[in-house]
């Protein structure tokens, strides 16, 4: 009995020994997945050399099998999350830099208008003895006081923030190795930030007010250290236009996540996922040990839940349109300027076009005649059709693997590729299930009203063929699409809240440092009103001012 959250490799309650069958032929070997633990100082690199040398000495030693077949080494978490989700972690943690350093920002702002205020303080300070250096580390106690308070108040925050996460990304991603709380490692990070937010958002105050002129300072107090003022105030309105273009990326960069996962939310797929139901089913190579026996069960299992009543087609397939992550290289024709060329690929049943709901664009679909022993054949996507025959490609050769497939048919296309991915609906081929003999299918049932209402009838079908055998993963397709792409949701929800942040950060930046300006020329503005200057005038020259700012930060940001 193992611990109660392990799952190696993915989600799994239950381990069994594996029994490989040695009279097996080669070409009907199980695919299986090796893991190991790399040695000590031994690199990636080193195991994928070694190993290509194996595929090489395999592909010499049985040619019709192992010819252009590798051995591709990676780390075990990089096999279980895709790529775009650590990408798309990492962009979020620097979403979540911009708003702080935006923080930062406006905390020095508001520090430097105290500055002003503060200047006979301060000269009367030096004026009694204190050294600059005192200045400068009484400056930085309160911002040290500041951050603290924020980082304290904000573990508060993560400790809450994380159960949300974890409760919204369990469903996604559901892997028994991830573990989101707050430890030792989360507690140093934030005592991190909060110095680098006491250095970033104190520093620059800090010496501006280790400057301070103290004859200037006690001579102008009257006037609020008028001399100070101007200085600290284009000082201030370049911390605002800093402001302003983080805002404004952070924002453009939401709104084009926001836009993506929209794209990803509208997309047409050509055929009814919203009334398809699909579940898996693998049979025991003990029990089905031949090509042609599972061949035989997956037809009758076809055939029969074509005859529920409310099912209006069925098939099998060996994947999910929308999550097809397996791909192969091929050929065309034997033309070696086509060779490697990776395409997404299905092994289906004939009525796979009836559950799809679509239609043959040339020639025809797989029949009963295409069994083992008959000509190998195949049907393409319009895609591939479009990049590799320059001609009518029914009647060509398509190589895949060892074996040259004729193309009987071309199909439209159906998203053979996850929907996340750019090309997702390129190219693809189909192959037939009956010349292949796949130990795992998916059984697709589409229905006019809800399918999900089908799933007990299914299972009974099942049940009566084999009551060892179960149903696993059933859901309605749409449901199981958009669940490749919830994290970019996810994601973008988040991003649009720290857009949000940081926008309402850079408006109170503008309106503290407008209001500076305009205690710091209230004498200014009298005198002006007091020559004939209206209301108006006065409020057209700091607008005037402040779109400038906006202008130069909004350029910014926008590069």
């Known amino acids: 009995v193992l611990p109660e959250h392990f799952g190696f490799p993915e989600r799994e309650h239950v381990w069994l020994p594996l029994r490989l069958a040695l009279d097996v032929s080669r070409a009907e070997s199980p695919e299986l997945e090796a893991f190991a633990r790399l040695g000590e100082n031994v690199s990636l690199a080193q195991v994928q050399s070694e190993l290509t040398t194996v595929a090489a000495r395999l592909a010499d030693e049985y040619p019709d099998t192992n010819r252009d077949v590798g051995i591709g080494v990676m780390r075990y978490q990089a096999g279980l999350i895709d790529d775009s989700v650590s990408r798309g972690l990492y962009t979020m ?36 003895g204190a050294s600059r250096s005192t200045i400068l580390r009484q400056f930085l106690v309160e911002s040290f006081v500041l951050a603290t308070a924020g980082g304290i108040l904000g573990a508060f925050i993560v400790v809450a923030g994380v159960s949300v996460l974890t409760r919204t990304l369990e469903p996604l991603i559901g892997l028994w190795w991830v573990d989101i709380r707050v430890d030792a490692k989360v507690v140093l990070f934030v005592t991190v930030l909060v110095l680098g937010s006491c250095i970033f958002a104190g520093l620059l105050p800090a010496l501006q007010a280790s400057r301070v002129n103290v004859s200037n300072a006690l001579i102008d107090a009257p006037r609020g250290s ?71 069960f997956f037809e009758e299992l076809e055939a029969r839940i074509r005859e529920i009543p409310g099912a209006t087609a069925a098939a099998l397939m060996s994947d999910i349109p929308g ?59 319009r ?32 998203y053979m590729g996850t ?23 998916q059984l697709f049932v589409r229905s006019a009203q809800d399918p999900v209402q089908l799933v007990p009838q299914m299972r009974d079908v099942l049940e009566s063929m084999d009551p ?16 490749t792409v919830a994290i970019f949701d996810v994601f973008g929800r988040l991003f649009m809240g720290f857009g949000g942040v940081a926008l309402f950060l850079a408006s109170i930046g503008v309106y503290g440092v407008m209001s500076f300006a305009v205690q710091q020329r209230v004498r200014e503005w009298g005198v002006r009103m007091a020559l004939g200057a209206t209301v108006q005038d006065v409020i057209r020259l700091m607008v005037r001012r402040t779109a400038v700012q906006l202008c130069v930060g909004l350029g910014i940001g926008l590069v």
């Open 383 to 414: 895609s591939l059709a479009d990049r590799f025959f320059e001609e009518r490609p029914v009647g060509r050769t398509v190589r895949l693997g060892s074996t040259d497939r004729t193309v009987v048919g071309v199909v439209p296309d159906l």
């Open 93 to 128: 943690l620097g979403a979540v830099s911009f708003v702080l350093l935006i923080a930062c920002v406006n905390v020095a702002n508001l520090m430097i208008a105290r500055l002003v205020a503060r200047s006979r303080e301060i000269a009367v300070r030096r004026a009694l």
């Open 226 to 296: 008028a001399g100070q003022g101007p200085r600290l105030g284009r000082l201030m309105r370049g911390l605002v236009v800093m402001e302003i273009a983080l805002s404004c990326a952070l924002l453009i960069v939401s709104a084009m996540l926001i836009k993506g996962v929209m794209k990803l939310d509208a997309i047409d797929f050509g055929m009814p996922v919203e009334r398809m139901v699909t579940g898996e089913i693998e049979l025991p190579r003990a029990v089905y040990p031949t090509t042609e026996s599972r061949v035989l």
């Open 419 to 441: 929907i996340d991915e750019p090309g997702a609906n390129g190219p693809g081929l189909y192959i037939p299930l009956a010349q292949t003999g796949n130990v795992s299918m």
């Open 323 to 381: 999550t097809v992550g397996f791909r192969l290289p091929i050929s065309v024709d034997h033309n070696p300027n086509t060779e490697r060329q990776s395409v997404a690929i299905l092994t289906v049943t004939p009525g796979f076009l009836d559950v799809l709901d679509a239609p043959v664009v040339d020639g025809r679909t797989f029949t009963t005649r295409d069994r083992l022993g008959s000509e190998p054949v195949v049907v393409i996507n």
């Open 468 to 483: 060892n055998l179960a149903m696993m993963d059933i859901a309605r397709v749409d449901r199981i699409i958009a669940r």
